[in-house]
């Protein structure tokens, strides 16, 4: 019996190491992604972010040699925060809340133009 790997999520996920800035109250942190959708993204942070905290991020999208990036800033709500094993430091996911649909669609062409499987 041969087992078939699905994508269980609702949004293609693109594993990457993109800086952006993350926004918790009044302190401002720069981090790099693990992974991006269209829907949200996973970053290791050197503190903890609490449950269901709503932050503001900017994101870059690079673009390829020579090209200007895509920036855009959006909300999240924090909704995973959990300790390394490796490195120490935290994993924190994020899902984005209320981003314009025309911000989407940028995530979304990126994503597809880099995905490799």
């Known amino acids: 019996m041969s ?3 699905t994508e ?3 949004s293609t996920r693109l594993k990457g190491h993109f800086v952006i800035q993350v926004q918790k ?4 942190q720069m981090v790099k992604t693990i992974d991006l959708s269209s829907l949200g993204l996973h970053f290791k942070s050197r503190k903890t972010f609490p449950l269901f905290r709503e932050i503001l991020l900017s994101l870059s ?3 390829g040699k020579g090209k200007k990036e895509q920036s855009l800033e959006c909300s999240a709500i924090v909704v995973r925060s959990e300790k390394s094993d490796l490195g120490g430091g935290y994993h924190v996911a994020i899902s984005f809340i209320g981003m314009d649909e025309k911000d989407k669609k940028r995530i979304e062409r990126f994503i597809a133009q ?3 499987e």
């Open 25 to 28: 109250g009044a302190e401002q």
């Open 3 to 5: 087992k078939e790997l």
């Open 61 to 63: 999208l690079p673009l």
């Open 114 to 116: 880099n995905h490799c």
């Open 8 to 10: 269980k999520r609702a």
